[in-house]
């Protein structure tokens, strides 16, 4: 959820209002996942390179994120309505011990829910989680012996998302092109899409989420692959003319399939104008961590 701060500079607001505008924005971006049939979803809420931000800055978010949490607990409506089952993600030994409480609570609350999952980053940074994973296969392989294997599945199996689905879709907002040490390890699987969007994470609606799912789901269907075409089974000597269609061409997907379009509609009716833009976006700062 990247973007807060800047958002509240440009609109002349205080920041805590930005970064409560972002929280609001991210209740509407999950309504819309979880009516959507999304099983999983996992937010940056907060990275631990935040702590190194101005102190009264760090009190706002830690004080937002207890009192989000708390109207969780106490009411949790979104949570019963889609069985939501909170989990936090990251070094909590980090946070003040009243905020360590809360999210301690929103945890016990929601665990029985099993129809889908929020994972909330708070605090996270993807070097810490691969740091703690190896410290916990070190652990494990001095316990149990030289038997012990490390592979790539091993390391998994510490992770912080250990009980999560694979990576399908990570959405960076705030037009910035960098992940942010934001599940690293996560997002090289080939099966997941990164994209990039320009809009800061108040800004971000869920209909534009609505058009990555439309674009991503377009791809999976016709490709078998969310990032469009899939060239792992076409012969080493056509998968050169494939890359090249790829960059001469638009993306595929969506915005290919709405190009059709245009084409046929002004070709009935030219005076009708072009087509609108179609402004795409997951989010953070430099140092600020939604995906």
């Not at 009264?56 to 969780?72: N, R």
Request: net charge negative; hydrophobic share 35%; proline share 3%.
């Amino acid at each position: 959820m990247d973007g807060n701060r800047r958002y509240a500079k440009s609109q002349k607001i205080e920041l805590k209002e930005g970064h409560n505008m972002g929280f609001e924005s991210m209740a509407n971006i999950l309504e819309v996942l979880y009516e959507s049939g999304v099983q999983c979803a996992t937010v940056y809420a907060f990275s631990i390179e935040n702590f190194k931000r101005l102190s009264y800055e760090v009190k706002w978010l830690m004080d937002l994120a207890k009192l989000k949490m708390q109207q969780i607990s106490q009411h949790g409506d979104l949570c019963e309505q889609y069985g939501i089952k909170i989990k936090i993600l990251g070094n909590t030994k980090l946070l003040p011990l009243d905020v360590q409480e809360i999210l301690f609570k929103t945890e016990e609350m929601t665990k029985n829910n099993t129809r889908a999952v929020l994972n909330v980053c708070f605090p996270y940074t993807s070097r810490d989680e691969i740091t703690n994973a190896i410290k916990c296969v070190v652990s494990n392989a001095m316990d149990e012996g030289g038997d012990y294997v490390i592979d790539e599945d091993t390391i998994n199996q510490f992770l912080y998302t250990a009980d999560s689905p694979p990576l399908d879709l990570l959405v960076r907002t705030s037009g910035t092109y960098r992940l942010s040490d934001f599940l690293l390890w996560q997002c090289v699987s080939p099966d997941c899409s990164i994209v990039f969007v320009d809009k800061l994470w108040p800004e971000f609606k869920p209909w534009d989420m609505c058009m990555l799912l439309i674009n991503w789901s377009y791809n999976k269907y016709w490709y078998g692959h969310g990032n469009g075409v899939n060239t792992t089974n076409i012969f080493p000597q056509e998968a050169d003319k494939v890359e090249s269609f790829i960059v001469r061409n638009k993306p595929s997907g969506f915005e290919r399939y709405e190009d059709n379009d245009n084409d046929e509609i002004s070709e009935n009716s030219s005076d009708l104008g072009g087509a609108d833009e179609m402004d795409t976006n997951t989010s953070e700062e430099e140092s600020e961590s939604i995906k």
